[in-house]
């Protein structure tokens, strides 16, 4: 099964951008890569997908590497409300989605 | 706001009784899947439905079942509660499978 690694924690101050990163040496040629995050008290939120070429939503921005084997998340200003645990999912499991440890994100005023 | 609903938001009950989860999924979203989350295993899979008809299955166990019915809200049935059963049981439903999913707000059962 496809696996991602992610830092377990990162840190970043308000109304700065945060990239946050994920390993997926495992991918197949036509996964996409899609980051969900959960909120303090919520359940998981759909953030982006993409599939080879960089993407933009009003959320965040992701990143791809060449090789798709990584992905980087970016929150070009970080706000409180965006303190959360932000999980990259393994690849080709865009149904069964599987939720790792994933990267818990403080923010600070 | 999601526009899914999961009632209800919280469940206390005790070892060996059965309860049942109930959600309803956005309008026209013909999937609906079900996670548990607890503190030490995590967010995991358990079902999920497609329009009635049950498409993948994760580490659910035999004592846990669900449905979907034909206006396409979703039950997700456990009995035997153990205390080990106690988390958040989150509802999630998407247009079509393999697209972005969008969570309910949890049911929170606590077996004592």
């Known amino acids: 099964d496809a696996k991602t690694t992610q830092p377990n924690s990162m840190e970043s101050n308000e109304e700065e951008p945060v990239h946050l990163p994920c390993n997926h040496s495992t991918i197949s040629g036509t996964d996409y890569i899609h980051w969900y995050r959960q909120l303090p008290s919520q359940g998981p939120e759909y953030v982006i997908h993409g599939l080879t070429s960089n993407v933009n939503n009003r959320m965040a921005s992701l990143a791809i590497a060449e090789d798709r084997k990584s992905s980087t998340l970016i929150l070009h200003r970080a706000t409180l409300r965006d303190a959360a645990v932000y999980y990259c999912?393994?690849?080709?499991?865009?149904?069964?989605?599987?939720f790792g440890t994933g990267t818990r994100l403080q923010v600070f005023p | 706001d999601s526009g899914v609903t999961q009632t209800p938001k919280h469940l206390i009950t005790a070892t060996g009784q059965r309860v049942t989860l109930r959600c309803s999924p956005r309008s026209g979203d013909l999937s609906v899947y079900w996670y548990q989350q607890s503190l030490d295993q995590g967010l995991q899979f358990l079902i999920q439905?497609?329009?009635?008809?049950?498409?993948a299955k994760g580490n659910i166990l035999e004592r846990f079942s669900a449905q979907q019915f034909p206006d396409l809200h979703s039950e997700l049935n456990l009995s035997s509660l153990e205390l080990g059963d106690s988390a958040l049981y989150f509802c999630?439903?998407?247009?079509?499978?393999?697209?972005?999913?969008?969570f309910g707000p949890g049911t929170r059962l606590t077996v004592l």
């Open positions: 999630a439903s998407s247009v079509e499978e393999g697209n972005e999913q969008f």
């Open positions: 999912i393994p690849p080709g499991n865009t149904d069964k989605l599987i």
């Open positions: 439905y497609y329009n009635g008809e049950e498409r």
